[in-house]
């Protein structure tokens, strides 16, 4: 599994952050390939490897970004992920399932082909199309915290075990 996360600072600074997670399917070569791409654009970029990091560095980056690509490959339990989307992140993603809405998520299935240059090009296009139109990050972090409560996920358990 892969992991890479891209910020983008909402005010002055900008940051593009690179998070890989590398434990179930190796994709490092895409991922270095993604990172080349970053690199050649006007985004800085930082990178944090999956655990070596502190939880606290973390929100800081969620809480001055605007943007993830969440580069995972069928990941089942993306906690990080969710706590950042609750900053008000807006979320690239190769699994549909993560996608909140169309307001604070895309889902980018060309993440998955080998050549990362299609996701690369549609993601910059996303995000500069979105860029110029100024998200109420505030707005679509309210929606993501609703979305993504404890008591939202239990509720949807004990549906599934009433239904079933």
């Known amino acids: 599994m892969i992991l890479i996360i891209i910020f983008i600072k909402i005010n002055f600074f900008i940051y593009d952050i690179l998070f890989q997670k590398y434990a179930d399917s190796d994709h490092r070569k895409q991922g270095k390939q993604l990172l080349s791409l970053l690199k050649k654009t006007n985004k800085k970029i930082k990178q944090l490897n999956y655990g070596n990091y502190k939880r ?5 980056l969620a809480n001055n970004s605007k943007f993830i690509i969440y580069f995972s490959f069928y990941d089942c339990g993306p906690v990080a992920l969710k706590e950042i989307e609750n900053y008000g992140v807006i979320t690239f993603t190769l699994q549909k399932d993560f996608v909140i809405n169309n307001e604070s998520g895309y889902y980018i299935p060309e993440l998955e082909l080998d050549n990362i240059t299609l996701a690369f090009n549609k993601i910059i296009k996303i995000i500069e199309e979105i ?4 998200p109420d990050s505030i707005k679509i972090a309210k929606q993501n915290q609703n979305y993504n409560k404890c008591q939202r996920a239990l509720d949807d358990i004990c549906d599934y075990i009433i239904k079933n």
């Open 56 to 60: 606290e560095d973390e929100f800081i």
């Open 131 to 134: 860029s110029n139109k100024n």
